[in-house]
């Protein structure tokens, strides 16, 4: 291992390839736009073909809007209470960004225990520590089965306006199949990566060959199909794919399985370490599991060990660590190095501490890269010259190694991105790279505000429109209600858990809440929830004074830190419940055990 690089020296380092990047940055009026601008979100679906029926013109109890984790979670928790639900989505089946995503190589980044939910109501064990796509797609379809959801769906169905209606006490809802119905409660749960964004370079319309966005695969284009057939028709192609985040790092290995040539074309490289993934071989598995609610034992573990470090509570010496995997390593290590301290524990030796790990755990990442490539020119282009939290760690098998093979190229931009697409393919830095497919792995939207990411208008009481209650920020009461959109719940994590590194766990708590809320308002008689304008707003008033927003000085551009633009009020109100995740979820038990549920007035 080479010798780790002095922390002033990184400093110095990590300055100059932020500051180069927020230039770059800063010169673009508008990055990226959504896909849906760029592609029909009524195209054909190339899954499933739409089947016909007949207009929906009735009322129903509770509307589901998203087939995802969310929604599924959702309508399997109301389920419990006999509620007459309906479900709404725009794919051709449950899955939300599983039923999208089918890109080669996609799996969860987070172990497979933790991210796919109702493991132990539906008894199902993955086959894999980290499950790949076709899987984590199965299981949303047998939680669909599982819990009889099929007949209450409505897949291929876009809402187009969400419109409160006083005199009924109803939501009116209106769909792309020529839906008008009308519903008491709403249940939004669009998921936080449901908008997939396409970079606005210069000259994209231009390109004559062969594009898509990831989220989007064309397996017409490529060959092969979502089961992981070879790309077969690429043998005789070039082909660029243009981002270097968590979905190309599981991309690219496969993609130089086939291609006659592949240019990985990088702005900023993202620190892979280890993902050791294989078959679940837990010991604890027999026994555990007999037990009843078991994965939330799982779920409590993860975040004792990823997340409460960061709040500054650490579990008790001896924790045991059931997943050992990437994300609970690095908590562990943190641990470590702070329980090494000698002495009082003063905030200085604190922070000492806490930058020496820091450099040790990235150094490491960065030999990792000597140690996998053989060209040093392309091992330095992919190492990582940021802090650890700065972009979402990256783990994987075999990215880094897919670099040795002849046919594989990194197109390294020096952090300041593509300059222009051409007719004939890409340019960086003055310099056009002839291509004959272009891939575009350039993410998602990240979920912070819901009225925007929605496709579809959301107008409350008196005509209230929540783009413009919001326009400057979420306005809520825990992230799940807003003042003027009575007996409307958002499914969400934004001013609520904020757990970002297992998406799906923001989802358990939130259905078990949106069940209290409905049980709470039925079986009480009467008809409506809405949250108080007091409790909105001292909720969002502890957002603002007491939260922090991700904003390290030294990070790089990312959407942890707005793209590196300067925090404004709404990103400000764009985090989580300042005293933690699990701070949080707690929170909510208490607050759904209560006889009256505190900032909720049931009319």
């Known amino acids: 291992m080479s010798e780790t690089v002095r922390s002033e020296e990184l400093q110095r380092k990590y300055a100059a390839e932020r500051d180069k990047r927020k230039a770059a940055r800063g010169s673009k009026e508008e990055d990226y736009v959504r896909l849906e601008k760029v592609i029909d979100p009524d195209a054909q679906d190339p899954y499933k073909a739409v089947e016909p029926r007949e207009p929906l013109n009735d009322d129903v109890e509770v509307t589901i809007i998203?087939?995802?984790?969310?929604?599924?979670?959702?309508?399997?928790?109301?389920?419990?209470?006999?509620?007459?639900?309906?479900?709404?989505?725009?794919?051709?089946?449950?899955?939300?960004?599983?039923?999208?995503?089918?890109?080669?190589?996609?799996?969860?980044?987070t172990a497979s225990v933790v991210y796919m939910p109702l493991l132990d109501e539906t008894g199902y064990k993955p086959t894999e520590k980290y499950a790949h796509g076709p899987e984590i797609f199965a299981h949303a379809q047998r939680i669909g089965r599982h819990f009889d959801l099929y007949k209450d769906a409505y897949f291929h169905t876009r809402v187009t306006d969400l419109r409160w209606d006083e005199a009924a006490k109803r939501w009116r809802i209106t769909t792309n199949r020529g839906d008008e119905f009308t519903s008491q409660f709403v249940s939004l749960g669009l998921g936080a990566l449901n908008v997939p964004r396409l970079p606005s370079f210069e000259g994209m319309k231009d390109f004559k060959g062969d594009w898509f966005h990831t989220a989007r695969w064309d397996y017409s284009v490529t060959g092969g199909n979502p089961e992981g057939a070879p790309l077969?028709?690429?043998?005789?192609?070039?082909?660029?794919?243009?981002?270097?985040?968590?979905?190309?790092?599981?991309?690219?290995?496969?993609?130089?399985?086939?291609?006659?040539?592949?240019?990985?074309?990088?702005?900023?490289?993202?620190?892979?370490?280890?993902?050791?993934?294989?078959?679940?071989?837990?010991?604890?598995?027999?026994?555990?599991?007999?037990?009843?609610?078991?994965?939330?034992?799982?779920?409590d573990n993860f975040l004792d060990l990823?997340?409460?470090?960061?709040?500054?509570?650490?579990?008790?010496?001896?924790?045991?660590?059931?997943?050992?995997?990437?994300?609970?390593?690095?908590?562990?290590?943190?641990?470590?190095?702070?329980?090494?301290?000698?002495?009082?524990?003063?905030?200085?030796k604190i922070k000492a501490a806490t930058i020496e790990w820091d450099d040790e755990m990235q150094q490491r990442i960065r030999d990792r890269t000597d140690e996998e490539i053989a060209d040093k020119k392309t091992a330095d282009g992919l190492k990582a010259w940021y802090r650890r939290w700065c972009k979402r760690p990256g783990f994987h098998d075999e990215y880094l190694e897919t670099f040795n093979r002849d046919n594989v190229e990194l197109v390294d931009t020096d952090g300041q991105g593509v300059g222009r697409i051409t007719e004939n393919g890409v340019e960086v830095l003055g310099e056009e790279y002839p291509v004959d497919v272009i891939i575009y792995s350039t993410g998602f939207h990240y979920n912070r505000n819901a009225s925007k990411d929605a496709f579809f208008d959301i107008v409350g009481r008196n005509g209230v429109v929540l783009r413009d209650k919001w326009k400057d920020g979420m306005l809520s009461y825990m992230g799940y209600f807003s003042r003027d959109f009575p007996n409307l719940f958002f499914q969400q994590s934004v001013q609520a858990a904020f757990l970002t590194s297992n998406v799906s766990q923001n989802y358990a708590e939130g259905s078990r809440a949106l069940r209290a809320v409905v049980d709470h308002t039925l079986d009480a008689g009467k008809t409506t929830f809405e949250a108080s304008q007091k409790a909105e707003e001292e909720w969002?008033?502890?957002?603002?004074?007491?939260?922090e927003v991700a904003d390290d000085p030294e990070c790089t551009p990312g959407y942890y830190n707005n793209e590196g633009k300067e925090i404004g009020l709404e990103q400000k109100r764009s985090i989580g419940y300042p005293k933690g995740k699990k701070a949080f979820f707690d929170l909510v038990k208490d607050w759904r055990s209560q006889d009256e549920l505190a900032g909720i007035e049931i009319a």
């Open 306 to 348: 990823v997340e409460e470090y960061k709040v500054g509570n650490f579990p008790p010496e001896g924790t045991v660590d059931l997943l050992d995997d990437g994300w609970t390593n690095i908590g562990i290590s943190f641990m470590e190095k702070i329980r090494s301290i000698e002495g009082e524990l003063t905030p200085e």
């Open 66 to 109: 998203g087939a995802g984790w969310a929604g599924l979670m959702s309508a399997a928790e109301l389920r419990k209470s006999h509620r007459k639900i309906r479900i709404l989505d725009q794919a051709g089946d449950f899955g939300g960004v599983w039923y999208w995503n089918r890109y080669p190589g996609v799996m969860c980044d």
């Open 540 to 547: 969002v008033h502890m957002i603002e004074t007491e939260g």
């Open 232 to 299: 077969d028709k690429l043998h005789d192609k070039t082909v660029a794919i243009i981002g270097t985040g968590a979905t190309a790092i599981q991309i690219v290995p496969e993609l130089a399985k086939t291609a006659k040539k592949l240019l990985v074309i990088q702005r900023t490289p993202t620190a892979v370490d280890v993902r050791d993934n294989g078959p679940i071989t837990y010991d604890w598995w027999d026994e555990l599991t007999q037990q009843e609610g078991w994965q939330q034992i799982i779920y």
